[in-house]
């Protein structure tokens, strides 16, 4: 252990580990898809740092529009004060969210992003003078780890001390296959009480990278909106290129009246939450009576920073070449699927976009399954960090990741998978 893990080990507390078994590994440096040890690994960092670094670590395009706008003002208070990094930021959200969406709202991180749509969502109906405050969502969601993103995700291990203090919400089945049970229950619940149905489109992430279909998907918003229920889009995790698409909701027919945005958006540099909201939504809070403000901000909102770096990583995402390295890679992960032979140890291989996912059988299936250490332990002792969700094993890339990398992780993979069979 060198001095950086000891002097860690005794004043950190770093999150998802028992402390008893927290070993955090020194970083010297990460650059493009590697992270580089102080012991000299050099590792693969084949799920993006937790989803955030689309284009890679520290990519000299961001790195200068960083520290160009840090030399000209790194933060300023956005509650009466406005500057270009977040107007420009805005402008180019807008062109590619719906139509529909008129305002972007700043705040800090997922969590926030989420927290703020459903206060939005709550805040509308009460504004309006017509109160509705039950919330739908989906079996198996995460939406972010503080009260209210935790209240409208699946009860779990994680949230069992908190349980009985979140807030109720009515739990559509997962909408697999046909979602023909997901569909039944919205037609049933769907009514004048429900401000709001809050959905991962297509993709959950945290629950294992579980994928549904957009047809089910349009089905249930359209139920909702045909009830006024305020449909809101956590594209946290698949927003920025991660499904294929711009956003895992231009696969939809049905447009979403608020979207939740943040991870890829800064290209992985700093923290950012984005709140997009339709047009109806704001209407209702821009009226002259003060007290329907929307009473919500954080000290960083729009940090000039963040907001140069989401620019310079949309500028980035936005060019054709990696626009073809997001095809290139679901091609790939597509052939890969497709040439998968199917192994006992596997209960489903699945890909959207740039997401590829190997769900092993266990019987302790889910994110504390047993399998978890074991995965992470084979690929980290091979210089790959592939943390697993429970018993999926996954890969969410940077746009940079090349052909022959991509490779070497199938072919870890299928090593893993033949270890197992040998068992
Ligand atoms: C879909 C979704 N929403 C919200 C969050 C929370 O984001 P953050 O960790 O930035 O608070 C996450 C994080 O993984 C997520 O996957």
């Known amino acids: 252990m060198n001095q950086l893990e000891k002097i860690d080990r005794e004043n950190i507390w770093h999150p998802f580990s028992p402390l008893a078994g927290n070993k955090p590994i020194g970083v010297r440096k990460a650059k493009g898809l590697y992270i580089h040890t102080l012991d000299g690994r050099k590792i693969m960092d084949s799920i993006s740092s937790w989803w955030v670094n689309i284009h890679g670590h520290s990519h000299p395009k961001i790195n200068k529009a960083v520290s160009r706008q840090a030399a000209k003002m790194e933060q300023v208070i956005f509650a009466g004060f406005t500057h270009k990094p977040a107007v420009d930021l805005s402008k180019t959200l807008k062109k590619l969210l719906p139509s529909n969406i008129s305002k972007i709202f700043f705040s800090d991180n997922g969590s926030t992003s989420v927290e703020v749509a459903i206060k939005l ?229 699945r890909y959207r976009g740039t997401i590829l996912a190997i769900e092993l059988k266990a019987d302790d299936a889910g994110y504390t399954s047993d399998i978890k250490e074991r995965i992470y332990d084979y690929f980290m002792e091979r210089n790959m960090l592939l943390r697993p969700l429970g018993n999926v094993i996954y890969i969410i890339p940077p746009y940079i990741v090349t052909n022959q990398e991509l490779n070497k992780m199938y072919k870890a993979i299928d090593a893993f998978l033949k270890e197992l069979l040998n068992d």
């Open 121 to 349: 969502a709550i805040q509308y109906w009460y504004n309006l003078g017509k109160p509705r405050k039950k919330i739908i969502a989906l079996e198996g969601a995460y939406h972010g780890d503080t009260f209210g993103s935790m209240s409208v995700a699946e009860r779990n291990l994680f949230s069992a001390p908190f349980n009985d203090l979140l807030f109720e919400v009515e739990f559509l089945p997962f909408p697999k296959g046909d979602g023909a049970a997901a569909i039944a229950s919205m037609k049933e619940l769907a009514s004048e009480e429900i401000a709001a149905f809050i959905f991962e489109p297509l993709v959950q992430g945290a629950a294992g990278m579980q994928m549904y279909a957009p047809e089910v998907l349009d089905e249930l918003i359209s139920i909702a909106q045909s009830k006024k229920i305020i449909c809101i889009a956590d594209e946290v995790m698949t927003g920025f290129g991660r499904t294929g698409k711009m956003f895992a909701c231009d696969y939809l027919k049905n447009d979403p009246d608020i979207f939740c945005l943040s991870k890829g958006i800064t290209g992985g540099y700093l923290p950012m939450g984005v709140t997009a909201v339709s047009q109806p939504i704001v209407e209702a809070f821009d009226v002259a009576d003060r007290l329907k403000a929307f009473f919500h901000g954080h000290s960083y909102t729009a940090n000039p920073l963040a907001c140069a770096a989401a620019n310079a990583s949309m500028k980035l995402l936005l060019k054709k070449s990696c626009q073809e390295d997001i095809a290139r890679i679901e091609a790939s992960h597509k052939a890969y699927v497709e040439s998968f032979v199917a192994n006992e140890k596997v209960d489903e291989i």
